[in-house]
C-alpha cells in the first residue's frame, strides 16, 4: 500500500526526505518573517506549498497565524491546499477566525470552506473569533452565515467519546468570551446575537479575577447554581480566584451552596482558609458557611493565628460527626464495621461522617451504593446519589415526610460531596428477603403485612405513590420495627395516573402477603397476568383469609386508595378472639335476633352460598348435642341450620357461659378456640357478607368509614 501523501488535510509529518524537508523549513521561515520575496524563491525552487513541519503545519497555516494577507495570496497561487488541516484539525479559515482577519475568512470562504466547519476539539471560527475577542470576525461570522443563526451562535463544542468521558466539550462561543475576560465580545453575542445565557456551568469564572463580566451575566439571569467538570461551584471558583468581589456578588445571589464541596472534598471556605485569604473566610462565616475542625487545623498549619481565631468564633456551628468515646453501637449487624469507622479519622462532610469504601458498604445502588456512616453522632446508613438526579428529587420528595410517618425510615440529614448528594437514613440491620431467609429467626407475618399496608396507606395519604415495594425496600430495625425504604421510583400522585400508582402499590402488596406468610418460599417475582392468591400455600394456617387478602389487593378494581383503610383491619389480621367477637356483634343484631327474614343482614347471610358453606349447612350436628340441648331450653322455637341461628347461638354462649354449669364449661372450655376452629370459614363468610351489603355496622372502626 502506497504511503499517504503529506499534502492530504491532516497527514502526519513524516518520512520527508531531503532536500525536500530542508526546503520546507527555510519556506516556513521566511512565511513567518513576511519575507514574500524568499518564499517566492523557495516555491520557483520546488519547496513545497504544502509541505507539513512539526504539528502538521504547512506554510498556508504559517501565513494566516501571522496575519499576513500577501503571504496567503502568493501560497494559494502556488497550489496550497486552502482546507488543508494541522494534526488538530485546525484550518486556515478556522485560525483566521483566531488573528480576527474579515478579509482572509472571506478568501477561504470563497475557496471552499464551511463556515461552520469544527477542529478535532469542536471549535469553529465564530467560537475562536469570541475566544480572542475579535469583535468585527464575530460580526462578520454572523451575518455570513445563512442557516438557523440562534443554533450557530449557541453551538457548544463536540468532541470525541474519549473527550467527553473527562468532561470536555459543550462550551460555546459565549463561555469563551466570558472566560477570557471580553466584556464587549459578550455583551454583543448577549445582545445583538441572541446568545444563550450559561446555564449549570462555571467556565465563565475559571479565568475572572475579577466581576463585570459576571455581574453583566447575573444581571441578564444566568444561572449560578451549577459545578465544572471538577465539581466546583461558582462559589469556589471565585475562592480559588481569590476574588472578595465575586464573593460577594455570588453571596448576594441568594443561589449558591455556601457549603457545597468539589470533588477534591474543599467547600469555598476550606479554599479560602488554605489560600490564607481572611477577608473572604470572614465573609462566609458571616454568611453562615459551616465551620469544622479541618479548617482550624489548615490554619493553625498556616501560622495564622488570626484565621484560626475567627473561625473558632464561628465553630460552634460545627458539630462533630462522631459518637464520644464510651461508646457502643446500638446496631448488632454492623457493629464491627461501626466500631471501626469510629476509630479511624475519616473525612468529616458537614455533620456527617463516613468512608466510603466496600468495608463500610451496605449495598449497591445504581447511583453509587449505601454506606455506613455517622451523623451527628448518630448512626446512619449514607446513601448516594448523583447531585440533581431525578431519583435524588424522587427520594427527597418522600423523605421529606419521614417524621410524620412512624413505619418510613428517618432522614437525620442531607450532605453534598463531590458530584454527590448524601442522603443520611435510619440504620438498619436487614431488609425483609435476609430477615425471611433466617430459619432461626421468629416472624410474625401478620405484623409485618399489617405495617407494610399501613405505611403505603399513609404514603398514599401524602398524595404519594412507592413505586418500588420489593422485600429489599423493606428494612427491620434493631427494634424490629418493620419501616418503609427507598424512594428513589416514588411518584406523585401530582404527576397524574393517581388509581395506576395506587394499583401498582396495590399490586406489589397482594406479591408480598404470600411471600411474606411462606417466609420467602414462594418467590416474589412472577409471570404479568398470574393469578397470585393461587399460589398461597393450602398448609399456611389462616389460608382463606390469606387468599381473600391477596384477592382485595390484586382485583382488576383496585386503585381506590380507600380500600388500604378497610383491608388493614381484614380478617386475617384478626386474632381468635377477635373473630369470635365479631361473630357475636353480628349476632347480637336486633334484626337476627327476632328472624326478621326480610332484613337486609338475615337476607345477606342466609342467601343461597350459605347451604354450601363448609361445616356450616348443618352446624347443629357438629354442636356437642348436650350442650345444643342446654342452649335451646326455655327458647321459643330450637336453632336451626341456618348463618344466623349460628351466629345467635355464638352470641348468646358469650353472654350466658358465666352461668353455666361446670360440665358445660368442660366441653366448650375457651368459647372463642372453640367455635373459630369449628367453623374456620365463618368469620371470612360474614365479613365479606357484610361487606358486599354495604352492612358497616358491625365491621371495625375503620372498615366503617
Same mark, same amino acid.
Given at each position: 500500500?502506497?504511503?499517504?501523501?503529506?499534502?492530504?488535510?491532516?497527514?502526519?509529518?513524516?518520512?520527508?526526505?531531503?532536500?525536500?524537508?530542508?526546503?520546507?523549513?527555510?519556506?516556513?521561515?521566511?512565511?513567518?518573517?513576511?519575507?514574500? &520575496?524568499?518564499?517566492?524563491?523557495?516555491?520557483?525552487?520546488?519547496?513545497?506549498?504544502?509541505?507539513?513541519?512539526?504539528?502538521?503545519?504547512?506554510?498556508?497555516?504559517?501565513?494566516?497565524?501571522?496575519?499576513?494577507?500577501?503571504?496567503?495570496?502568493?501560497?494559494?497561487?502556488?497550489?496550497?491546499?486552502?482546507?488543508? *488541516?494541522?494534526?488538530?484539525?485546525?484550518?486556515?479559515?478556522?485560525?483566521?477566525?483566531?488573528?480576527?482577519?474579515?478579509?482572509?475568512?472571506?478568501? /477561504?470562504?470563497?475557496?471552499?470552506?464551511?463556515?461552520?466547519?469544527?477542529?478535532?476539539?469542536?471549535?469553529?471560527? /465564530?467560537?475562536?473569533?469570541?475566544?480572542?475577542?475579535?469583535?468585527?470576525?464575530?460580526?462578520?461570522?454572523?451575518?455570513?452565515?445563512?442557516?438557523?443563526?440562534?443554533?450557530?451562535?449557541?453551538?457548544?463544542?463536540?468532541?470525541?467519546?474519549?473527550?467527553?468521558?473527562?468532561?470536555?466539550?459543550?462550551?460555546?462561543?459565549?463561555?469563551?468570551?466570558?472566560?477570557?475576560? =471580553?466584556?464587549?465580545?459578550?455583551?454583543?453575542?448577549?445582545?445583538?446575537?441572541?446568545?444563550?445565557?450559561?446555564?449549570?456551568?462555571?467556565?465563565?469564572?475559571?479565568?475572572?479575577?475579577?466581576?463585570?463580566?459576571?455581574?453583566?451575566?447575573?444581571?441578564?439571569?444566568?444561572? %449560578?447554581?451549577?459545578?465544572?467538570?471538577?465539581?466546583?461551584?461558582?462559589?469556589?471558583?471565585?475562592?480559588?480566584?481569590?476574588?472578595? &468581589?465575586?464573593?460577594?456578588?455570588?453571596?448576594?445571589?441568594?443561589?449558591?451552596?455556601?457549603?457545597?464541596?468539589?470533588?477534591?472534598?474543599?467547600?469555598?471556605?476550606?479554599?479560602?482558609?488554605?489560600?490564607?485569604?481572611?477577608?473572604?473566610?470572614?465573609?462566609?462565616?458571616?454568611?453562615?458557611?459551616?465551620?469544622?475542625?479541618?479548617? %482550624?487545623?489548615?490554619?493553625?498549619?498556616?501560622?495564622?493565628?488570626?484565621?484560626?481565631?475567627?473561625?473558632?468564633?464561628?465553630?460552634?456551628?460545627?458539630?462533630?460527626?462522631?459518637?464520644?468515646?464510651?461508646?457502643?453501637?446500638?446496631?448488632?449487624?454492623?457493629?464491627?464495621?461501626?466500631? *471501626?469507622?469510629?476509630?479511624?479519622?475519616?473525612?468529616?462532610?458537614?455533620?456527617?461522617?463516613?468512608?466510603?469504601?466496600?468495608?463500610?458498604?451496605?449495598?449497591?445502588?445504581?447511583?453509587?451504593?449505601?454506606?455506613?456512616?455517622?451523623?451527628?453522632?448518630?448512626?446512619?446508613?449514607?446513601?448516594?446519589?448523583?447531585?440533581?438526579?431525578?431519583?435524588?428529587?424522587? &427520594?427527597?420528595?418522600?423523605?421529606?415526610?419521614?417524621?410524620?410517618?412512624?413505619?418510613?425510615?428517618?432522614?437525620?440529614?442531607?450532605?453534598?460531596?463531590?458530584?454527590?448528594?448524601?442522603?443520611?437514613?435510619?440504620?438498619?440491620?436487614?431488609?425483609?428477603?435476609?430477615?425471611?431467609?433466617?430459619?432461626?429467626?421468629?416472624?410474625?407475618?401478620?405484623?409485618?403485612?399489617?405495617?407494610?399496608?399501613?405505611?403505603?396507606?399513609?404514603?398514599? $395519604?401524602?398524595?404519594?405513590?412507592?413505586?418500588?415495594?420489593?422485600?429489599?425496600?423493606?428494612?427491620?430495625?434493631?427494634?424490629?420495627?418493620?419501616?418503609?425504604?427507598?424512594?428513589?421510583?416514588?411518584?406523585?400522585?401530582?404527576?397524574?395516573?393517581?388509581?395506576?400508582?395506587?394499583?401498582?402499590?396495590?399490586?406489589?402488596?397482594?406479591?408480598?402477603?404470600?411471600?411474606?406468610?411462606?417466609?420467602?418460599?414462594?418467590?416474589?417475582?412472577?409471570?404479568?397476568?398470574?393469578?397470585?392468591?393461587?399460589?398461597?400455600?393450602?398448609?399456611?394456617?389462616?389460608?382463606? &383469609?390469606?387468599?381473600?387478602?391477596?384477592?382485595?389487593?390484586?382485583?382488576?378494581?383496585?386503585?381506590?386508595?380507600?380500600?388500604?383503610?378497610?383491608?388493614? =383491619?381484614?380478617?386475617?389480621?384478626?386474632? *381468635?378472639?377477635?373473630?369470635?367477637?365479631?361473630?357475636?356483634?353480628?349476632?347480637?343484631?336486633?334484626?337476627?335476633?327476632?328472624?326478621?327474614?326480610? $332484613?337486609?343482614?338475615?337476607?345477606?347471610?342466609?342467601?343461597?352460598? $350459605?347451604?354450601?358453606?363448609?361445616?356450616?349447612?348443618?352446624?347443629?350436628?357438629?354442636?356437642?348435642?348436650? %350442650?345444643?340441648?342446654?342452649?335451646?331450653?326455655?327458647?321459643?322455637?330450637?336453632?336451626?341450620?341456618?348463618?344466623?341461628?349460628?351466629?345467635?347461638?355464638?352470641?348468646?354462649?358469650?353472654? =350466658?357461659?358465666?352461668?353455666?354449669?361446670?360440665?358445660?364449661?368442660?366441653?366448650?372450655?375457651?368459647?372463642?378456640?372453640? /367455635?373459630?376452629?369449628? /367453623?374456620?370459614?365463618?368469620?371470612?363468610?360474614?365479613?365479606?357478607?357484610?361487606?358486599?351489603?354495604?352492612? *358497616?355496622?358491625?365491621?371495625?372502626?375503620?372498615?366503617?368509614?
Amino acid at each position: 500500500m502506497a504511503a499517504p501523501s503529506n499534502t492530504q488535510p491532516g497527514s502526519p509529518n513524516s518520512c520527508r526526505n531531503e532536500p525536500t524537508a530542508a526546503k520546507v523549513s527555510q519556506l516556513q521561515k521566511a512565511v513567518k518573517e513576511g519575507s514574500v &520575496e524568499r518564499a517566492r524563491q523557495l516555491l520557483e525552487e520546488g519547496a513545497d506549498v504544502n509541505g507539513r513541519v512539526e504539528g502538521g503545519w504547512t506554510p498556508l497555516h504559517t501565513a494566516v497565524q501571522a496575519n499576513r494577507e500577501e503571504m496567503v495570496h502568493l501560497l494559494l497561487e502556488h497550489g496550497a491546499e486552502p482546507c488543508a *488541516r494541522k494534526d488538530n484539525g485546525a484550518t486556515p479559515f478556522i485560525i483566521a477566525g483566531i488573528v480576527g482577519n474579515v478579509n482572509l475568512l472571506q478568501l /477561504f470562504l470563497s475557496k471552499g470552506s464551511e463556515i461552520d466547519e469544527t477542529d478535532n476539539n469542536g471549535f469553529t471560527a /465564530f467560537m475562536e473569533a469570541a475566544y480572542y475577542g475579535k469583535q468585527e470576525a464575530l460580526k462578520f461570522l454572523y451575518e455570513t452565515f445563512s442557516g438557523e443563526k440562534e443554533r450557530y451562535v449557541n453551538l457548544g463544542r463536540v468532541v470525541s467519546t474519549q473527550q467527553r468521558q473527562v468532561h470536555k466539550g459543550g462550551e460555546t462561543a459565549l463561555m469563551d468570551a466570558a472566560r477570557k475576560g =471580553h466584556i464587549s465580545a459578550v455583551q454583543t453575542l448577549v445582545e445583538h446575537m441572541g446568545a444563550s445565557l450559561p446555564q449549570k456551568r462555571n467556565t465563565i469564572l475559571k479565568q475572572n479575577k475579577t466581576g463585570p463580566i459576571v455581574s453583566y451575566l447575573l444581571d441578564c439571569g444566568a444561572d %449560578v447554581t451549577g459545578r465544572d467538570e471538577n465539581g466546583k461551584t461558582s462559589l469556589i471558583l471565585a475562592a480559588e480566584r481569590q476574588s472578595l &468581589e465575586l464573593v460577594d456578588l455570588l453571596l448576594r445571589t441568594g443561589q449558591v451552596d455556601i457549603n457545597a464541596m468539589g470533588h477534591d472534598g474543599k467547600t469555598a471556605l476550606k479554599v479560602a482558609v488554605e489560600y490564607d485569604h481572611e477577608e473572604i473566610a470572614r465573609l462566609l462565616c458571616e454568611n453562615g458557611a459551616r465551620v469544622d475542625g479541618s479548617n %482550624v487545623e489548615v490554619a493553625k498549619l498556616n501560622y495564622n493565628n488570626e484565621m484560626a481565631a475567627l473561625l473558632l468564633k464561628f465553630g460552634d456551628m460545627a458539630i462533630n460527626s462522631r459518637p464520644p468515646k464510651e461508646w457502643e453501637p446500638i446496631s448488632k449487624r454492623w457493629g464491627e464495621q461501626l466500631r *471501626r469507622l469510629h476509630s479511624i479519622n475519616s473525612p468529616q462532610i458537614g455533620k456527617l461522617n463516613v468512608q466510603f469504601d466496600e468495608y463500610y458498604r451496605i449495598e449497591s445502588t445504581s447511583e453509587g451504593g449505601i454506606y455506613l456512616g455517622f451523623h451527628a453522632g448518630a448512626e446512619v446508613a449514607v446513601k448516594r446519589f448523583l447531585l440533581g438526579s431525578e431519583k435524588a428529587k424522587r &427520594e427527597a420528595t418522600c423523605l421529606r415526610h419521614s417524621l410524620s410517618n412512624r413505619h418510613m425510615v428517618k432522614l437525620h440529614g442531607t450532605e453534598t460531596r463531590d458530584n454527590c448528594q448524601l442522603f443520611c437514613l435510619s440504620l438498619c440491620e436487614r431488609n425483609l428477603e435476609d430477615h425471611l431467609s433466617n430459619a432461626k429467626r421468629a416472624v410474625n407475618c401478620h405484623h409485618i403485612l399489617q405495617t407494610l399496608l399501613e405505611a403505603v396507606r399513609d404514603l398514599h $395519604s401524602l398524595e404519594l405513590g412507592h413505586g418500588d415495594l420489593h422485600p429489599r425496600n423493606i428494612l427491620i430495625d434493631a427494634d424490629d420495627k418493620v419501616l418503609l425504604a427507598d424512594f428513589d421510583q416514588s411518584s406523585s400522585f401530582a404527576e397524574g395516573q393517581r388509581e395506576l400508582i395506587i394499583k401498582e402499590d396495590l399490586e406489589a402488596l397482594g406479591r408480598l402477603v404470600p411471600y411474606v406468610v411462606s417466609k420467602g418460599e414462594v418467590p416474589f417475582d412472577g409471570p404479568d397476568g398470574e393469578d397470585v392468591a393461587a399460589r398461597c400455600p393450602m398448609d399456611v394456617p389462616g389460608h382463606l &383469609e390469606i387468599k381473600d387478602l391477596i384477592r382485595s389487593l390484586t382485583s382488576p378494581n383496585g386503585g381506590n386508595s380507600a380500600q388500604l383503610g378497610d383491608l388493614i =383491619h381484614h380478617p386475617f389480621f384478626w386474632s *381468635r378472639e377477635s373473630r369470635f367477637e365479631f361473630l357475636a356483634e353480628v349476632g347480637n343484631n336486633p334484626d337476627i335476633e327476632k328472624n326478621i327474614t326480610e $332484613s337486609r343482614i338475615v337476607k345477606a347471610l342466609n342467601c343461597n352460598e $350459605s347451604k354450601h358453606l363448609s361445616g356450616v349447612a348443618q352446624w347443629t350436628k357438629k354442636i356437642d348435642q348436650s %350442650v345444643l340441648k342446654n342452649m335451646n331450653q326455655k327458647r321459643k322455637y330450637t336453632y336451626q341450620d341456618s348463618v344466623t341461628d349460628l351466629l345467635r347461638f355464638i352470641r348468646n354462649i358469650r353472654a =350466658h357461659y358465666d352461668a353455666k354449669p361446670q360440665w358445660f364449661k368442660e366441653i366448650i372450655q375457651n368459647p372463642s378456640r372453640y /367455635f373459630v376452629d369449628q /367453623f374456620p370459614r365463618l368469620t371470612l363468610y360474614v365479613y365479606e357478607c357484610l361487606r358486599h351489603a354495604d352492612i *358497616r355496622l358491625h365491621l371495625p372502626h375503620r372498615v366503617q368509614g
